[in-house]
């Protein structure tokens, strides 16, 4: 050991440690304590007012029925699935603008493989048809993101020229595929991944799978306690647990219950040979494929690695490199995950029209990055979440749902969705910076 | 004393960086032995930490060489550096202020279960367990490392690079954002780290900042190494003319000296 020699240092007095700030914190630490996100709380909160205000104000009050809602989770899914995969880009401190045209190539490849290859193959209607025509999107859908991804991650130019170009370039393939024609109708099966009167599970099977929900979530809180017993952490009140578990799948039920209580028309129920029946539909295939998307998406976000990844390079792109993360390969992931997720999101909505046009998705691009955006994800990199995306999906859905109904022309539609829009992320930045202080 | 007949732990030799015409690091040569703090100093722009981040892998060098145990090393990303033992924590302290604590500590290495899920738990109780001895005040285990004070960031900076075994550590200006007690806390690990047969470097652009810690102090000057010198045979001042002057003590007059107070 070297010895030691008085030094400046040390004569330096001691001086007292930083006072730690408390007191304005409390409300959040007591937040934090119920581990309760506040932000998702503000948007459900937003979503309450939202259909409350439309049920009151629109004529013969037909918002919060339960044909308008089941409509309303139709038409939220294509771009709900859209917009999971676009936090992650969006997290890294990227944007994907090609989502839309993307969707048109995809939607047209996939009605081309079913309506011109496959029957000259296997048949028309044939079992398997659907699966072919899906795989093949998703493929395309997974192979044109890993190659936008690619441009971005190791030849460095900026996403938002990439997806720019892409936003012309697979527009103009999807009317090339086809010399601009419309192809329909799609295979019987295929058919119903759009929803539809036959693309749902029906009544029963819904109650299923929302029992089956309530039974997973308690399942994975229980699970949870046990691993924060395991190691001796704090542990959340248990009243909290509790109350979450029954408002989570009281809210769950008592949604099922409802939409289940919209049925199938009488003229198709009669024909079914059900007469005088009330068939209920019970959830339709899209909304179940996004739930099913959210729910891994968000696992992918919090529970793996590549999801750590991500968040770590939009907090700070320098750290994650020096932390060793695989940054490039990474974001490459991100657009190939995107691409999948619009290949999926293309097949609802082909399945939906039962056609495909070249002008399939136009401008959806806009509404999956204000749907992430207005559920919180920031577009400086690093904040975002999967469930934040959906139910910013489901509010910028409500708004137009809400002025359909009551005959507001688009135009009017466009202006309040756009002030929502910056609305939304007024109140957030203020949130934030409120938070930050 | 520090034994130095043996193989140094880390050697640099003749190692060049330069950026376009700029030679940030010219011919440097430092090296390292087990259990030894030895003080990288010289004032800004000296080329300290151009030369550290190619032992690191944040910049590779382009000639010299790196020894590690004597035998020739290709660092050519952190992970290389990572994989033989050595650790950095740089000036800017790299975290990713979006994540907490725990996922800081394991940024990049994290515990997975079988399943190869994340496993939080795990991790935030090897942090709480890391923390207890390096800085057992931290409490904030679950908020972003964004809203922690710069000492705590410091402790979540310095608990990474401990966590993983090192063998070489090196400190980018550890204590240039800390009050006067965190400061004597790093100093403390230093000299903890360094019994346990750790090597470190310390890179400073203030020599009272690290001579009190270092057996040996290696100063830097526009680019090119002034000079090794062991702390026992030098004073503060004279090793403040190797910084400011460029000149090693015996070389340094008593004229010299008056002018740098």
């Known amino acids: ?437 | 004393m520090i034994d130095r007949t043996g193989t140094p732990l880390v050697e640099l030799r003749d190692i060049r960086v330069a950026f376009g015409g700029v030679h940030a690091v010219q011919d440097v040569s430092v090296d390292l032995y087990p259990g030894e703090v030895v003080g990288l100093v010289g004032g800004n722009g000296a080329g300290k930490t151009t030369l550290i981040r190619t032992l690191s892998g944040a910049h590779p060098a382009d000639s010299g060489q790196i020894l590690i145990d004597g035998d020739p090393v290709t660092i050519s990303h952190p992970r290389d550096a990572k994989a033989l033992g050595v650790e950095t924590i740089y000036q800017n302290l790299a975290l990713a202020d979006n994540i907490d604590a725990p996922g800081n500590v394991f940024l990049g290495r994290e515990l997975t279960t079988r399943f190869g899920n994340l496993d939080d738990s795990a991790m935030e109780d090897a942090t709480r367990k890391l923390m207890g001895r390096l800085n057992p005040k931290f409490q904030n285990f679950v908020v972003p490392v964004a809203s922690l004070s710069g000492g705590q960031r410091q402790s979540v900076a310095i608990a990474r690079a401990v966590h993983f075994n090192a063998r070489i550590l090196i400190m980018d200006e550890p204590t240039a954002a800390l009050g006067p007690a965190e400061t004597k806390q790093v100093g403390d690990l230093i000299k903890q780290l360094r019994e346990e047969g750790i090597g470190i470097f310390l890179i400073s652009h203030d020599i009272h900042d690290v001579y009190d810690l270092s057996d040996r102090i290696s100063v830097m000057l526009q680019g090119k190494l002034v000079g090794t010198v062991d702390k026992t045979e030098v004073t503060t001042d004279e090793v403040l003319a190797m910084i400011i002057l460029g000149k090693r003590p015996g070389e340094v007059t008593q004229k010299d000296l008056a002018e740098l107070h």
């Open chain 1, 1 to 437: 050991m070297a010895e030691t020699k008085v030094s400046a240092a040390e004569q330096e007095p001691e001086a007292a440690p930083e006072p730690e700030e408390r007191g304005s914190r409390s409300l959040r630490d007591a937040l934090r304590a119920a581990e309760v996100d506040a932000r998702l709380l503000g948007l459900l909160g937003a979503l309450a007012v939202i259909w409350i205000v439309f049920h009151i104000i629109t004529p013969n009050h037909t918002f919060f029925t339960p044909r308008n809602i089941w409509n309303l989770s139709v038409q939220t899914a294509v771009v709900a699935i859209m917009a999971t995969g676009m936090v992650l880009i969006i997290v890294t401190r990227n944007i994907d603008l090609s989502v839309g045209a993307v969707m048109a190539a995809v939607g047209m490849f996939m009605a081309v493989v079913q309506h011109d290859w496959l029957p000259a193959w296997i048949g028309f209607d044939h079992p398997l048809t659907w699966v072919i025509a899906l795989a093949a999107g998703l493929a395309m859908g997974a192979a044109i993101g890993a190659f936008q991804g690619s441009i971005v991650a190791y030849v460095g130019v900026p996403s938002f020229i990439v997806t720019l170009g892409g936003f012309l370039v697979w527009r103009g393939v999807a009317w090339w595929m086809v010399s601009g024609q419309t192809l329909a109708p799609m295979d019987t099966l295929f058919r119903k991944l759009g929803g539809g009167s036959t693309g749902t599970v029906g009544g029963t099977w819904s109650w299923v799978l929302a029992i089956a929900a309530c039974a997973g979530i308690v399942l994975l809180q229980f699970t949870r306690r046990r691993q924060r017993a395991r190691y001796g952490f704090r542990l959340r009140p248990m009243w909290t647990e509790i109350s979450i578990a029954v408002i989570a799948c009281g809210a769950l039920l008592l949604l099922v219950g409802f939409l289940n209580r919209y049925y199938l028309p009488p003229a198709l129920a009669t024909a079914t040979g059900h007469e005088g029946e009330n068939i209920s539909l019970g959830l339709a295939y899209p909304v179940l494929i996004a739930i099913g998307v959210g729910i891994v998406m968000t696992f992918i976000a919090t529970r793996r690695r590549f999801g750590r990844s991500v968040y770590a390079i939009g907090g700070n792109p320098d750290a994650a490199e020096l932390a060793g993360i695989k940054t490039r390969r990474t974001i490459v992931k991100t657009f190939t995950l995107m691409g999948l997720l619009v290949g999926l999101a293309a097949a609802v909505q082909v399945a939906r029209l039962n056609a495909a046009v070249s002008g399939l998705g136009t401008g959806m691009e806009l509404n999956v990055i204000a749907a992430a955006v207005i559920g919180g994800t920031s577009l400086s990199g690093g904040i975002g979440t999967i469930v934040g995306a959906l139910l910013g999906a489901l509010v910028m859905q409500s708004l137009v749902s809400g002025m359909v109904l009551m005959g507001i022309e688009a135009p009017l539609q466009d202006i309040v969705v756009g002030i929502v829009l910056v609305l939304a992320v007024t109140l957030d930045t203020i949130f934030r910076r409120r938070a930050a202080r």
